[in-house]
């Protein structure tokens, strides 16, 4: 090949390596010749329980009119968050997953010269959207295993432009309290937009629990993502959506793409916002299964993070990648994540009662050299 396309490309996506994803079950099954129907994913924090039955309901009748195109704006789904929530459709950012609005907010406010925060151990989308632009990203250390705050505001310069912070964090799980939070938001410049990531807000229970919506009105420079792939079951239709002030999610629009969001998930996400039941259902099938995981690993002599998302961060003592891949040959998905600077971890998505025990018997025989 004469020409190198690679140095054609912006200096920050030649940088970049691409996002590596939970490895598929059809491709584990293909590298050691094993029954798919006998394998367990645990790796990419989907929800076990299946779909919702209001959301597949929705879906069915939407059906026929998969001939035409979306409704560009998504009135129906900004009318449900609306009334969930009580924001002004104005302030409502629809996205191809939550991870489509940070892209939508790294597009909009970032430039070569410009600055983005985040922690250590944070989302790996946060370094992606932030080179792919040519932006400079401003990693800082991390404080057992979850977000610095203070040292983070520290880190903010006249070049700042945006701030990621994931609660609960993945992949650690780890939280922030609410008036860390707010005393935060307090020492942040007006023109700096901080981002709060809340994919899995839904699992966090606690009355007194930091939840991002609490903050719209009174931090016009503060965005609120969220997605219905975790505890609303509709990780394969990519759907989120961001609440911000109204400038703030105009400039968004203007960037997005017409019909970023289908329709089969702009129906289906309308009627899981809806289904109460099914959300009840999902928090209390993690509550249980976090339990069953924690037990193991006590019994088993392994620490972990403790995490408020629908995941757990295992801490094998050693390095997690021969134990990873000896989890595949038994027919165990997890997830490696040595690219996030923890090499002795595994992360681990709760799965249904039985879908745990397998992962924890099988760990247990890799542990042991069987």
Not at 178 to 205: G, I, K, N, S
Not at 228 to 244: D, E, H, Q
Not at 276 to 284: D, K, M, P, V
Request: hydrophobic share 45%.
């Amino acid at each position: 090949m004469s020409c190198d396309f690679l140095g054609l490309a912006l200096p920050g996506v030649q940088e970049l390596s691409p996002y590596v994803p939970g490895k598929p079950v059809e491709e584990l099954a293909r590298e050691f010749g094993l029954d798919p129907a006998e394998i367990i994913k645990l790796a990419s924090n989907e929800n076990p329980l299946g779909p919702a039955p209001m959301a597949l309901k929705a879906i069915q009748e939407a059906l026929p009119e998969l001939t035409r195109y979306p409704d560009g704006n998504g009135f129906a789904l900004k009318q449900a968050v609306s009334r969930r929530f009580g924001f002004d459709l104005s302030m409502i950012t629809l996205g191809n997953g939550s991870n489509d609005v940070l892209e939508l907010l790294a597009r909009a406010f970032l430039a070569p010269g410009s600055e983005v925060v985040f922690s250590q151990h944070a989302f790996a989308v946060y370094p992606i959207v932030t080179q792919a632009v040519g932006a400079t990203a401003v990693q800082v250390p991390a404080r057992e295993w979850g977000h610095d705050l203070e040292a983070m505001a520290a880190a903010i310069t006249p070049a700042t432009r945006l701030v990621f912070i994931a609660n609960p964090n993945n992949p650690t799980g780890t939280w922030i309290e609410r008036a860390e939070f707010e005393a935060f938001m307090a020492q942040v410049p007006e023109q700096v937009l901080v981002v709060l990531d809340e994919a899995y807000t839904e699992y966090v229970t606690a009355d007194d629990a930091l939840n991002g919506f609490d903050f719209i009105d009174r931090c016009p420079n503060l965005i609120v993502t969220r997605t219905f792939s975790k505890a609303y079951g509709l990780a394969s239709l990519r759907v989120g959506y961001a609440i911000s002030h109204p400038q703030v999610a105009d400039v968004l629009n203007r960037v997005r793409q017409p019909f970023n969001v289908n329709s089969l998930a702009l129906a289906a996400a309308a009627a899981s916002l809806e289904d109460t039941a099914y959300l009840a259902e999902s928090r209390r099938a993690n509550r249980e299964g976090m339990l069953q995981l924690e037990q193991g690993f006590r019994e088993l002599g392994l620490g972990w993070i403790s995490s408020r998302g629908n995941f757990i961060a295992v801490d094998l003592g050693r390095e997690a990648a021969p134990v990873y891949q000896g989890l595949l040959r038994e027919g165990v998905i997890v997830r490696p994540v040595a690219g996030y600077g923890m090499p002795n971890h595994l992360r681990v998505s709760i799965g249904l009662p039985q879908e745990n025990k397998r992962f924890l018997d099988a760990l247990a025989r890799v542990l042991n050299g069987e």
